[in-house]
């Protein structure tokens, strides 16, 4: 079973910053290739990131490509997600998502397992 734990949440204002971060227990995260969701109020959950077991390999939403990027490092069983020159519709609760059966899957049900997430705020 894989446990998995978001932090770095926050607010910020718009240009700004925030490195969120997904810890993983239970078996090693360089077995997982892992992803990062996001949900707006009365929204659905909508893909950001994703990445390869190894890391060498990302894709990302149209949405935040060349805004946030996602690196993993498996001896700390922890994923990171950089996001920069954030905006207001980047508002959202993100969680963080492991065990796709590829790096190019968008689609939550692909997902096995889900962090509870965590409120990232951007305001204008």
């Known amino acids: 079973q894989v446990q998995l734990v978001e932090s770095g949440g926050g607010l910020v204002q718009a240009g700004g910053s925030l490195r969120l971060s997904c810890a993983a227990s239970?078996?090693?995260?360089?077995?997982?290739?892992m992803g990062w969701f996001r949900q707006a109020p009365g929204k659905q959950r909508e893909f950001v990131a994703a990445?390869?077991?190894?890391?060498?390999?990302?894709y990302y939403a149209d949405s935040v490509k060349g805004r946030f990027t996602i690196t993993r490092n498996n001896a700390k069983n922890t994923v990171y997600l950089q996001m920069n020159s954030l905006k207001p519709e980047d508002t959202a609760v993100y969680y963080c998502?492991?065990?796709?059966?590829?790096?190019?899957?968008?689609?939550?049900?692909?997902?096995?397992?889900w962090g509870q997430g965590t409120q990232v705020t951007v305001s204008s």
């Open positions: 990445i390869s077991r190894s890391g060498v390999s990302t």
């Open positions: 239970g078996p090693p995260l360089s077995g997982l290739r």
């Open positions: 998502a492991a065990d796709p059966p590829g790096t190019h899957s968008t689609r939550s049900d692909e997902y096995d397992y």
